[in-house]
């Protein structure tokens, strides 16, 4: 069966390992460092600060097929994070170059393959990857990379057909009823099957992205789409409303995304962190979001 293994598969990632926790420990208790890499090529472990300067470009990592975040268009790379990527590129004095790239089946396994070591064919790390969901128990475990320059929060919700839902719209309860769409092994698509069972499978519409899940709601195949906001958002209508409801025994419909830097390279994500902090500061990542028809919410911390 085809799955696609997108960029919400890296929030379901952080969902199937945690949600399910048990009391709250302190802090990195109990996690063991990882083994550093030996013998590894300068490749494989990106360009300090002084030198991405020196040679005039940045080398950034974002999600393909990924909208309205990033995606190809005429050829090029496109989307909100591409645009917060040349702010960052400004602030340093640099190009900005991008290279999209497919998600794998865990946060871990693309943090591997775009920050710290490389993939095992084709392609090397990247100076810096985006649109990565922060996790402070997640960032104990994997020691290699340091989270930092978060930009933004997304979280849940639901899209709903207006005329199939004129008065209340629809909460998750609804959809052992009623039809939903989702992007296949998606956060979305987890969560819906492990709250209403195997009795509302049918009533779960699975596709390969997000994108096509919002389509066939516009086409009147399904009642309902659950998944990112900003995907919602993004591809809402007239006819479609968009609202986030209560998600019972959820425990991270909500995460705060910001960016990956190796380990090593620590002087960069401090200016990567200064840079992005700026711009929402001043209001330029707000101002990306909205002109891409999207509401800003910041991160609840920085």
């Known amino acids: 069966m085809f799955q696609r293994l997108s960029a919400a598969t890296v929030a379901a990632a952080i969902f199937a390992a945690l949600g399910a926790a048990g009391p709250a420990a302190a802090r990195c208790e109990g996690y063991v460092p990882e083994p550093k890499p030996q013998n590894t090529s300068r490749d494989y472990v990106g360009q300090t600060l002084d030198e991405i300067r020196e040679r005039g470009w940045i080398d950034i990592a974002l999600y ?34 991008f290279r999209l790239v497919q998600a794998g089946e865990t946060l871990d396994a693309d943090l591997r393959n775009w920050v710290w070591k490389g993939p095992v064919v084709g392609g090397k790390v990247a100076n810096v990857m985006m649109r990565v969901p922060y996790d402070s128990d997640f960032a104990c475990r994997v020691d290699q990379v340091v989270f930092t320059g978060q930009y933004a929060t997304e979280s ?112 960069l994500g401090y200016a990567i962190d200064d840079a992005i902090g700026a711009a929402i500061a001043d209001g330029r990542i707000a101002a990306i979001y909205e002109a891409h028809g999207l509401g800003y919410r910041p991160p609840a911390e920085r």
Do not use: C
């Open 156 to 267: 849940i919700a639901v899209a709903y057909d207006k005329d199939h839902y004129p008065d209340d719209p629809p909460v998750p309860a609804y959809f052992r009823y009623d039809t939903v769409a989702v992007e296949n092994d998606s956060i979305a698509d987890f969560y819906l099957t492990n709250l209403l069972g195997q009795q509302a499978n049918p009533n779960i519409h699975r596709y390969p992205t997000m994108e096509a899940a919002m389509k066939a709601l516009a086409n009147h195949e399904v009642n309902a789409a659950m998944g990112p906001l900003g995907q919602l958002q993004a591809a809402a209508t007239d006819t479609i409303g968009v609202h986030s409801p209560p998600l019972p025994a959820f425990s991270i419909g909500t995460w705060t995304l910001g960016v990956a830097v190796h380990t090593s390279h620590r002087d």
């Open 64 to 97: 393909e097929d990924f909208p309205p975040y990033s995606y190809e268009k005429d050829g090029k790379a496109a989307g909100i994070d591409v645009e917060i990527g040349r702010i960052i590129a400004e602030d340093l004095g640099v190009e900005a170059r």
